[in-house]
């Protein structure tokens, strides 16, 4: 852990830019140093966990591609 020598509490106020991916930059008001923060957002993991995203769309489309709906609302697996 890295201490901000020029605060008072030795410790960085961070201010971040907004979220548009799984990081965002953070700059201390204090000794405007910078670092990258993991962004958090519960039930998205940004893909870079073993179950990505990409890979639970590659699962839907083919969980789709294996059912039939028929016009009288039956479903059937392949």
């Given amino acids: 852990m890295s201490y901000c020598d020029e605060a008072q509490t030795q410790a960085h106020h961070w201010v971040l830019e907004g979220a548009s991916g799984p990081t965002s930059r953070g700059i201390c008001i204090h000794c405007k140093v910078e670092k990258e923060h993991f962004n958090y957002v519960h039930g998205l993991d940004w893909g870079l966990s073993p179950d990505t995203s ?24 392949l």
């Fill in 54 to 77: 990409r890979n639970r769309e590659e699962q839907r489309q083919q969980q789709a591609a294996r059912e039939v709906v028929y016009p009288d609302g039956t479903e059937e697996q």
